[in-house]
């Protein structure tokens, strides 16, 4: 047996100690569109780790479809429309929801956010320096981009915590430590019908309904209000699933990447003190930076497609009802796209990764707001710090869904 053929990304064990890079790099050498098995219920899948090959795959929604998930999880059609939110959704129902979201998310509406961001970062980073010792996780990147998420949804600030809990709960639905009940335990089958298969989902959904309750009928620009008073342009309205699912997702998306893109990005400038320097002698090279922030971060290992007929992947047939895994985590340390694509590199350019998709109707529609949080949040931080280190190991998520970080304790001297 190779050494591609032993690797199994349905092994949890694999991820306890964050992304497999070698075994990433295995794949793409010796076997890029890779096959896995998985235990039963589920069918395996087919794992695509180069770039270009990808790219085909998220640039052709007919082919490989989302509309039957996009996580590994194997759902039958009663789950599929019971959980389905924009992600799960394509052709002119996936047009229609994008369109009634993406005006608050252009690269000028998230701009008018600047100053509140700015505002936030360095109230956030105060209150965290001046402990000195801290859980940069818990102190700086999940309290920022929940406090925008806030914003956003405009809802008070002492929900803060809660909204925070339930993203653990439900992203860390293969984690013991966050998930109430494990995806792959038989109870979670008393939640096969809600988002994760978790009670968070639950809990969501009521206080989504709370909100739009009070929101339905008048003039907010608050992404609740538009979810409940916006025009579908395809001309079904949102019904009472379609709200719970997207505000869900919202909760979720708002908020959980970009925390973990923080942290990762805060461990390797830790790790690369001649990157951190480059960024400290020249400021402005910041917002580019971000883009490599972004690549060597890779907060979500993947979003699965499934295949709707025969068609081939660099050269390897796939059949119709299988499952394909774009791993944009390997796909972002490319060697054939990324020159010393293990290198972080402040300076790379061009720099085209895909840690937001690549192009494809799937591209993240908060893009422009991650790549404003994480440019004012480096630019304060970094103009203070003289020195960072670690003062434990880093825990991370149990996943091979999402590259998340849940402590990183840390000591920081200031300038």
């Known amino acids: 047996m190779s050494s591609a053929e032993k690797i199994n990304l349905a092994d949890l ?20 569109v890779h096959w896995n098995e998985e235990e039963a219920p589920n069918s395996g899948f087919y794992s695509v780790m180069k770039y ?10 007919e082919t490989f479809t989302s509309e039957r998930f996009t996580n590994l999880e194997e759902v039958d059609a009663e789950q599929e429309e019971a959980r389905r939110s924009l992600l799960e959704t394509d052709g002119t129902r996936h047009r229609a929801l994008r369109r009634l979201l993406q005006g608050q998310f252009t690269p000028a509406a998230v701009g008018r956010y600047e100053t509140f961001l700015r505002g936030l970062t360095a ?3 105060d209150n965290a320096f001046a402990k000195g010792e801290f859980d940069f996780v818990t102190e700086v990147s999940a309290d920022f981009p929940i406090n925008v998420l806030v914003k956003l949804l405009d809802v008070p600030e002492e929900d803060s915590g809660q909204l925070i809990d339930w993203g653990n709960r439900m992203i860390g639905f293969d984690d013991p430590e966050h998930a109430d009940v494990l995806m792959a335990d038989p109870e979670s089958e008393k939640y096969r019908l809600v988002p994760f298969k978790s009670p968070a989902a639950l809990e969501v959904f009521e206080y989504g309904d709370a909100l739009a309750r009070e929101r339905r009928g008048k003039d907010g620009i608050d992404l609740v209000s538009v979810l409940v008073n916006g025009e579908m342009s395809d001309g079904i309205p949102l019904t009472e699933r379609d709200f719970h699912t997207n505000f869900l997702l919202l909760v979720v998306a708002g908020n959980e990447t970009t925390r973990h893109t923080i942290s990762h990005t805060m461990r390797n400038l830790i790790q690369n003190p001649d990157q951190l320097a480059i960024l400290q002698e020249d400021p402005e090279l910041i917002p580019w930076a971000v883009e490599e ?9 993947h979003f699965r497609r499934t295949v709707t007929k025969d068609t081939e992947i660099g050269g390897v047939k796939v059949r119709e009802g299988q499952k394909v895994v774009p791993f944009f985590a390997s796909g972002n340390r490319d060697e054939a796209v990324f020159d010393r694509g293990d290198a972080f590199d402040v300076l790379r350019n061009p720099n085209e990764h895909m840690t937001f998709g690549r192009g494809g109707p799937h591209m993240c529609l908060g893009n422009a707001l991650a790549r404003i949080e994480l440019r004012v949040m480096f630019e304060d931080l970094i103009s203070r710090i003289d020195k960072v280190e670690m003062t434990a190991p880093i825990d991370y998520l149990r996943s091979n869904f999402v590259h998340g970080i849940k402590r990183m304790p840390v000591k920081v001297t200031l300038r």
């Open 293 to 301: 922030f972004l690549r060597y971060a890779s907060p979500v290992y």
């Open 52 to 61: 270009h090959d990808i790219v085909k795959v998220l640039r052709d929604s």
């Open 13 to 32: 064990d694999l991820f306890e100690k964050g992304a497999p890079w070698e075994e990433f790099k295995t794949l793409r050498n010796e076997d890029p």
């Open 123 to 125: 109230t956030t980073l």
